[in-house]
């Protein structure tokens, strides 16, 4: 009987060691999964970390060029404002200037005007196109049929004109011949040379009898290559044989203002 008890008490012993031993391995395998997953753990958050401080870094980096781009806008903006400012000034000033050119043409047109007003107007005529004051004098004032010596009347006129001229500061002069498209005879070969030989006689009376500046004034001949009528008639061809007298503003203010 004895024996048997202590067959039953070590029976349970062994079996008791046998579940704790089974036990103690299966709380090993659980704390060693934990230890996995806290290493994992630990690994997700060290690269978390990492990628915090490359966004915060990268954060830091937008923020910077947003402050560069904010800057550059606003010196941007400042200098556009500036640059909007100046070409505003420059246009009233190119306004002013040509307001002004506007006023001394049309002061000069009266001028003229009032100079040759003893002048008839199928003599000679006095007008402003495009920025310039045209004096325009028709050959009866001025030639005989043919001719490039001027009549004593038409030197009445240019002493005229060369008053005027004389007291006008910044005036460019060019004389134009002009003729009709009847070829001319005599001792002219055509009517381009008949024209230039006309402009070239009242540039010298200009300049040599009544003094106006040479270095202000210009001769050329047009020929019957501008008409201003129909050649096809007796008064058109009269009105195209005629002298122009082109009187233009000195121009360099304005082209210095165009240049800036």
Known sequence: MK??????????????????????????QRVANLQTDSSST????????????????EKAEIQKELANLSFSSATAIQNSKMTIAEQSKRLQDLQTLIQSQKDIMNKLKK????????????????SVKDGKLYVSLQEKLLFKSGSAVV?????????????????????????????????????????????TERA????????????VDAQSVAATGRGEFYPVADNATTEGKAKNRRIEIILSPNLSELFKLLNQ
């Open 3 to 28: 024996k048997y008890i202590l067959f039953i008490l070590s029976s349970v012993l062994v079996i008791s060691s046998c579940v704790s031993k089974k036990k103690f391995r299966k709380e090993q």
């Open 42 to 57: 630990h690994s997700y958050l060290s690269d978390c970390n990492t990628k915090v401080t490359g966004l915060e870094k």
């Open 111 to 126: 001028t003229m005007a009032d100079a040759l007003i003893n002048f008839k107007p199928d003599e000679l005529s006095v």
């Open 151 to 195: 009549d004593p009347k038409g030197k009445e006129a240019l002493q005229s004109l060369a008053t005027v001229l004389n007291a006008t500061q910044n005036i460019g002069v060019v004389i134009e011949g002009h003729t009709d498209n009847v070829p001319i005879r005599g001792k002219y070969e055509d009517n381009w040379s008949l024209s």
């Open 200 to 211: 070239t006689a009242i540039v010298r009376i200009l300049t040599l009898d009544y003094k």
